[in-house]
C-alpha cells in the first residue's frame, strides 16, 4: 500500500465493515504505520464514547409510552364503535326510507280493479299510385332457381334528395325491384 | 473491537408462540397485541431516543409506530417481518417526527450516568463526554445519523442497516464511514487527547 490509508478505509476497519478480501493489507499497512495507528485508534475511541453515552430507556418513560398507548388505542376503538354505530344507524335510516317510498308508490292495478276497454279497429287503407316497375339491369342475371315464389319480400320507406318519399318494395325476384309514391291516404273508421 | 451483534434473526420469543401471538393480534385481541407491544417497546423506544435525542418526541414517536402497527398488524405476513417491520418504521416515523418540527429539537437525552461515585471528576468528565457524543451525532446528516444508531449503537449488520433503510449495502457503508470520520473529527477537536 502506497502512503496512507484511505481514511474512509480506516472509518470502516474501526467498525469491522471492511471487505475481509483487503483487509490483511490494511493490516500489514497499520502494524507499520503510526499515523494510520492513531487515526485508528482516534475512530474506536470514538466509537467506544459513543457506546457509552447512551443509557437504556428508564422504566418511567416506558410506563409513560404504555399508559399513552393504551388510552389512545381505547380511543380509537370507541371511535371505531361510533363509526359501526353511525353506519348502523344511517343504514337504518335509509331502509326505512326506502320501504316508505315502496308504500308510498303507486302499485299496478289487480285484475279487479282494472278497467277493460273494448278492442279498437281501425282500418286504413293506402291508395298508392305505381307509374313505373323497373326491371334492374344485371351484369349476371340471377338463375331462376333462385328467384324462389313470387311474391313481395320487404318494403323500405325511402327519403328522395329531391324532398320527397316512396316505398321500395321487393319482391321474391330479385331482379325486380318496384318503386311506389304514396298519393293519397285515407282513414276509415 | 468486535460486539456483539443482534439480528433480525435472533428470535426474541419462541418462534411458535410469537406466531400464535400474531395471529392472535391479528383477530383483534387486545392481550396478544399488548403482550407483542411488551416484547418490542424497549427496542422501538431506545431506537427512537438514539435517532431523535429528545424523550418527549422519542416517546411520541414510539406510540406512533404501535398505533400504525396496530391498523397494520394484518399485513405483516409473519413473525420475522415484524422486527424489521417496526424498526423500519419507527425510523420513517422518527424521520417525519424532524421534518415536521418546525424549530431544532433540543438534545434532552441524559447520557449513561458515571457509575464511578468515588471519583467526581472523573464522572463529571464523562458526562460532558456524553454531551459532546450526543452533539457530535446531531451534527450528523439524517440518513449518516440513522446508519450510525443502526449499525454502531443497535448493532444490526450493514444489509440489516440497508433492509431497514431501504437502501443499498454500498451507499450504507458509504454513510457509515462517513458519520464515523465527523464524529471523530468533532470529538478530536472538543476533546483533544482526552478522547
Keep these: 500500500m502506497r502512503g496512507h490509508a484511505d481514511p474512509h478505509t480506516l472509518a470502516l476497519w474501526a467498525g469491522g465493515d471492511l471487505d475481509r478480501a483487503a483487509a490483511p493489507e490494511v493490516a500489514s499497512h497499520i502494524d507499520n504505520c503510526s499515523e494510520c495507528r492513531q487515526n485508528l485508534q482516534e475512530l474506536e475511541r470514538a466509537q467506544a464514547a459513543l457506546r457509552d453515552a447512551f443509557a437504556e430507556p428508564s422504566e418511567m418513560d416506558l410506563q409513560e409510552v404504555r399508559c399513552t398507548l393504551a388510552a389512545r388505542l381505547d380511543n380509537q376503538r370507541k371511535r371505531e364503535r361510533w363509526s359501526w354505530s353511525l353506519g348502523a344507524v344511517f343504514a337504518s335510516f335509509v331502509l326505512v326510507s326506502l320501504a316508505l317510498m315502496q308504500r308510498d308508490a303507486p302499485r299496478p292495478a289487480t285484475e279487479r280493479e282494472a278497467v277493460q276497454l273494448p278492442p279498437v279497429h281501425v282500418p286504413v287503407h293506402l291508395a298508392l299510385n305505381i307509374p313505373e316497375i323497373k326491371r334492374l339491369e344485371r351484369s349476371r342475371p340471377i338463375p331462376a332457381r333462385k328467384r324462389g315464389e313470387a311474391g313481395l319480400r320487404t318494403v323500405n320507406f325511402v327519403a328522395r334528395a329531391d324532398g320527397t318519399t316512396q316505398f321500395r318494395v321487393t319482391t321474391a325476384d330479385p331482379n325486380v325491384v318496384i318503386f311506389l309514391s304514396p298519393m293519397e291516404r285515407t282513414v276509415e273508421q | ?195
Design chain 2, 1 to 195: 473491537m468486535q460486539m456483539a451483534i443482534p439480528s433480525f434473526d435472533r428470535p426474541i420469543l419462541d418462534p411458535d408462540v410469537l406466531r400464535q401471538l400474531i395471529r392472535a393480534a391479528k383477530a383483534g385481541e387486545a392481550e396478544s397485541f399488548e403482550t407483542l407491544v411488551s416484547l418490542h417497546e424497549r427496542r422501538v423506544l431506545r431506537l427512537a431516543q438514539r435517532l431523535l435525542l429528545n424523550c418527549e418526541a422519542a416517546r411520541d414517536a414510539a406510540q406512533d409506530v404501535f398505533i400504525r402497527l396496530h391498523k397494520k398488524i394484518r399485513s405483516v405476513a409473519d413473525d420475522k417481518e415484524l422486527g424489521p417491520w417496526l424498526y423500519r418504521t419507527t425510523v420513517n416515523v422518527c424521520v417525519d417526527v424532524m421534518r415536521r418540527a418546525k424549530q431544532e429539537m433540543p438534545i434532552d437525552l441524559v447520557p449513561e450516568l458515571a457509575d464511578d461515585c468515588d471519583n467526581p471528576e472523573r464522572s463529571a468528565a464523562r458526562i460532558e463526554q456524553g454531551r459532546l457524543v450526543l452533539a457530535a451525532l446531531k451534527a450528523l446528516s439524517p440518513k449518516e445519523r440513522q446508519a450510525i444508531v443502526l449499525r454502531d449503537l443497535e448493532g444490526y449488520s450493514t444489509a440489516e442497516v440497508a433492509k431497514i433503510l431501504a437502501s443499498s449495502e454500498t451507499t450504507v457503508r458509504s454513510q457509515i464511514s462517513t458519520g464515523r470520520l465527523k464524529m471523530k473529527h468533532f470529538l478530536v477537536a472538543k476533546l483533544g487527547t482526552e478522547l
